[in-house]
């Protein structure tokens, strides 16, 4: 075996590690949210994943990197860190608590869509029919999943599960959008500048927790999950899918695997949580990829 196919076959095997720990996000949400409030849980997912993104950069002799922070490094490190993972995941983490799994995973699988819709005031891009249309599937496949009809006319009607959780779902999607736009220009190794940020929303979460008095005690299973949360969510996962694009011959192969996600979590959701996965669940969510393909394809 020719040393390129072995790196592109251990670029695969990398990407679908990422894609397998990603899948149980939403049931490790869940889960964690039955024992520890938003705030608590963050805070321990949060300081998880600082902790080894520092072990990351130790190891790899990248600490050092951070010499090269400028005191506007810093400040831009800080307010990308207040975007996410502070506010991102205070958002999701309330969408969660108000939602099915099966119904705040897939809403929140949107966000290239609202990407798109951001570059437009941000970026000022112009956007195509295609992209109209791609949002509109996308945003009909939300409605079917926050309603469940049982007919068409159902969806007229507008009768959400949750309706503040289904703003939060999508809110976490606006949030997210405009952290991907900003975070591009930030030119920093893509490691090195998420320990920034993570260390910074952990100051956050922790400055928070501790006004408002709401650390309290924190249960074994909580404490655990947050620790999950903190390893595959956010920190340990990022740093596999970044070594899967590095070795890939070509990026787009290995990014495509990335829409298995929503199938796989609502799989383990079924099984790990027991909820009923229903139709209108399926349904919303293969329009919503349907768009999101639409959109990478033509828009």
């Known amino acids: 075996m020719q040393l390129g196919d072995r790196q592109h076959k251990l670029a695969y095997a990398y990407a ?21 409030d938003v705030l608590p849980l963050l805070l321990v997912a949060s300081a998880t994943s600082t902790a080894v993104l ?7 002799n990248k600490l050092r990197l951070l010499r090269l922070f400028t005191r506007k490094d ?7 860190g207040f975007l996410n993972p502070f506010v991102y995941y205070v958002v999701i983490f309330n969408a969660y608590s108000l939602l099915q799994a099966q119904e705040a995973q897939p809403i929140n699988f949107v966000w290239p869509l609202t990407l798109v819709l951001l570059s437009i005031p941000i970026l000022h891009q112009r956007i195509r029919p295609a992209s109209i249309l791609a949002i509109l599937i996308s945003f009909l496949g939300v409605i079917v999943i ?21 703003a939060l779902a999508l809110g976490s999607t606006v949030v997210w959008a405009l952290f991907w736009v900003l975070n591009t220009k930030d030119r920093h190794d893509e490691a090195v500048r998420l320990f920034a940020n993570f260390l910074f929303a952990t100051g956050y979460v922790l400055g928070l927790v501790l006004a408002l008095g709401s650390a309290g005690a924190l249960p074994w299973q909580g404490l655990l999950g947050g620790v999950y949360i903190g390893l595959f969510e956010m920190g340990i996962t990022f740093l596999v899918w970044l070594k899967a694009l590095r070795s890939a011959k070509t990026t787009a192969h290995v990014v495509n695997l990335i829409y298995l996600v929503p199938f796989l979590s609502l799989l383990l959701i079924g099984l790990v949580l027991g909820e009923e996965i229903q139709a209108s669940t399926v349904v919303g969510l293969i329009l919503i990829v349907a768009g999101i393909l639409l959109q990478r394809a033509f828009g």
């Open 16 to 36: 679908v590690a990422a894609v397998v720990l990603w899948a149980t996000a939403a049931s490790a949400f869940k889960i964690a949210l039955r024992h520890l």
């Open 74 to 80: 810093w400040l831009w490190s800080a307010g990308l």
């Open 146 to 166: 926050a309603t469940h009809p049982h007919r068409p006319a159902d969806l007229l009607a507008f009768r959400f599960t949750s309706g503040p959780g289904v």
């Open 54 to 60: 520092f072990l990351y950069l130790a190891a790899s």
